[in-house]
């Protein structure tokens, strides 16, 4: 006879609990993907594949409100139809009749830590995944729509153009401009441009070759004009690489094998080492050229060398050395026996290409003038480039101090330098940010794991409550239940989020937000036992 009852009881349950989280559902998951389709402007195929990916995200919240609902609901009609007073008449206990509401409460706290943990975040990266195979469409649909698109995840490079032909990959009417702290640093215009996408595991490369350009900078007078010109840039991570999207492991794996697993330490740590090389170069060519009047810099690449010569050389803003003054650079062929050239000018630079970790150089000469040991003399308008320069032996020793066989040590990288003079304030600040990084991203670890176990485990108690008080109000309205149930879920809800942005603090203790946490759920479940004590004693 009880295990009849038990069974009616949940069939009851499950009646009400599969409707109301098929509406939940379908509600969240049309609004998880408003965001992708205004901000990147998904196709109606990608939209239906974005709401499968985003599902498990809505079932999370979906199922402890649904279960909340059912329960508070059918229990509340169990006891205004008289049928729980008939069965403690019968001898049955309060306690043996919640049975199947108990069942129902356990399902959903063990499915919601299994989509916490796992499913959530292998859904969202194959949504990244799928968003990254579709970024071509992408761009060159927001800028049909809109005339411009501004590339993930940081919008550092904005592109305008006139026409976009998905067919040919080609722009055509093309501005590229590259902004940082809200402030234009370079604009490149184009009569029109070919698009290319290389797929990497976190990012895609976009390269952009621009045919009839023009170049304005920041701080120059004027600019260059060339017939091309490369742009290789990072798209990146659409939906963000963030703590909240991946898996226990994988953040196990963050906190206690090897920070670089997580992209945005990884990507500040290569521009710290970035910064570091560059420096380190600096100060290489600085203690050659300056402490020995009238000396060469040599530096090779597989085609030829060159050897050069400047007044000042110090470190610039971005991966590149600035040398100013008298520059004075010869080219020898592979050999070095034979001079090809010789150039003149009052600007050049050397910057920083490829592989943070393998770097290649090129040099930049603005206005050059060049003339060859049997040949004419000429003025180069613009920037005259020679790529592929390879960095010194003695450079690559310093930086190699903080390589490991695996990449970088971001610890090492945060809070030493190898550099003989004091670093710049760029790299101090390089090192600051990544420090802080650090620091969130691992307080960041710990307030998320137990911010799912707590609301996994808390799924129990809120239905038990929801069970006690669809009991209490028996004689009110069915909704009456739901909606004083609600009270402490929104107390639980309150509690995980206070205590994420406590342990998010540096100026807070970690422990003080997941105690707030454990807190939030000790008092749910002190209340549960509460209100059952009372239903007993009466």
């Known amino acids: 006879m009880v295990f009849t009852l038990h069974r009616y009881i949940f069939r009851e349950l499950l009646k009400v609990f599969v409707p109301a989280a098929l509406a939940l559902t379908l509600i969240l998951s049309l609004g998880s993907i408003l965001r992708p389709v205004q901000e990147y402007g998904v196709g109606p195929r990608q939209v239906v594949h974005l709401m499968g990916y985003f599902l498990p995200i809505a ?40 049975y199947p509401g108990l069942t129902l409460a356990i399902i959903v706290a063990i499915a919601n830590l299994i989509l916490s943990f796992h499913v959530v975040p292998t859904f969202v990266h194959r949504a990244e995944s799928a968003l990254k195979a579709d970024a071509k469409q992408i761009l060159f649909r927001n800028i049909q729509r809109k005339g411009f698109y501004k590339l993930p995840p940081e919008g550092q490079y904005v592109i305008y153009a006139d026409q976009a032909n998905l067919k040919n990959d ?18 490149v215009t184009a009569e029109n441009a070919k ?15 621009a045919y009839n350009t023009y170049k304005i900078g920041a701080e120059d007078e004027g600019g260059f004009s060339a017939e091309w010109l490369p742009l290789t840039m990072e798209f990146g991570s659409l939906l963000g690489d963030d703590i909240k999207f991946k898996k226990i492991g994988e953040m196990k794996e963050i906190r206690d094998v090897d920070l670089m697993l997580f992209y945005p ?21 600085a203690d050659r050229i300056t402490d020995e009047p009238g000396s060469f810099y040599k530096l090779h690449s597989a085609e030829k060398f060159v ?16 040398l100013s003054g008298e520059v004075v650079v010869v080219e020898y062929d592979t050999a070095g026996k034979q001079r090809l050239r010789t150039l003149q000018c009052e600007k050049a630079s050397l910057h920083l290409e490829g592989d943070e970790m393998a770097p290649t150089l090129t040099m930049e000469l603005y206005n050059p003038t060049w003339h060859r040991v049997e040949g004419p003399e000429g003025l180069a308008m613009g920037w005259l480039r020679i790529r592929g320069l390879i960095m010194p032996k003695a450079v690559r020793d310093v930086t190699n101090k903080f390589a490991t066989e695996d990449g970088l040590d971001a610890k090492k990288l945060a809070s030493q330098s190898a550099l003989q003079k004091e670093p710049s304030s760029k790299l101090k600040g390089l090192q600051n940010k990544l420090q802080e990084t650090i620091r969130n991203t691992l307080a960041e670890i710990e307030a998320e794991i137990h911010s799912r176990l707590v609301f996994g485990i808390g799924c129990v108690s ?7 008080l669809g009991i209490i109000f028996r004689g009110g309205h069915l909704l009456s239940a739901f909606g004083a149930s609600s009270v402490p879920a929104a107390v639980l809800i309150v509690c995980i989020m206070m205590g994420k942005n406590i342990t998010k603090n540096p100026k807070v203790q970690t422990g003080s937000g997941i105690i ?13 036992v509460g209100i059952y004590h009372r239903l007993l004693k009466n």
């Open 59 to 98: 079932l999370t919240f979906v199922l402890p409100m649904a279960a909340l609902f059912a329960a508070a609901l059918v229990y509340g009609r169990f006891a205004s139809d008289n049928e729980l007073d008939t069965c403690r008449a019968s001898g049955i206990c309060l306690l043996t009749l919640i």
């Open 170 to 187: 080609t722009l055509s009417g093309v501005v590229v401009a590259e902004v940082k702290h809200n402030e234009i640093q370079n604009i």
């Open 195 to 209: 698009i290319n996408f290389n797929p990497h595991e976190r990012f895609n490369e976009v390269q952009i070759t």
């Open 265 to 285: 330490i990884a990507k500040s740590a290569r521009g710290i080492y970035a910064q570091f090389t560059v420096e380190s170069l600096a100060e290489d060519i």
């Open 307 to 322: 050897e050069f010569t400047a007044s000042h050389c110090s470190a610039g803003d971005g991966k590149e050395v600035e």
């Open 462 to 468: 809120l239905i038990m409550i929801g069970i006690g």
């Open 516 to 528: 707030l946490m454990w807190a939030g759920l000790v008092f749910l479940s002190l209340l549960a």
